[in-house]
């Protein structure tokens, strides 16, 4: 896994090229991430299906408990198609733009 640290946000992103696997390893490392705001960038799966992004849900539900962001950066479906309980937008410029969206929400009490 690649991890790069900025500002308001992890990025992350799978080095092994296997999406089956990523989402049961970031699970296992949870606890490393309690606090920040995660973006889970998947552009390189451009034929990804629903099924293997929703298995990044219970880890996404997981982590929004904690009132973090929890966003995955993928193009291969279109919005329509993604359960509203699952944060998927099409580039890293719009994940970011959620993360800052969802910052000033929590500041405001929301």
Known sequence: MISKKHDKYILLKDEHNDIEKFAPFLEGIFKQFEGENII???LQYKEASLM???NFLELSNQHRATRQSFVLVND???PD???EELMVVPTLQEAEDVIEMEEIE???GF
């Open 106 to 108: 929590r500041d405001l």
């Open 76 to 78: 291969a479906l279109s």
């Open 52 to 54: 293997q992004l929703v």
């Open 40 to 42: 889970v960038d998947l």
């Open 81 to 83: 198609d993604i359960p």
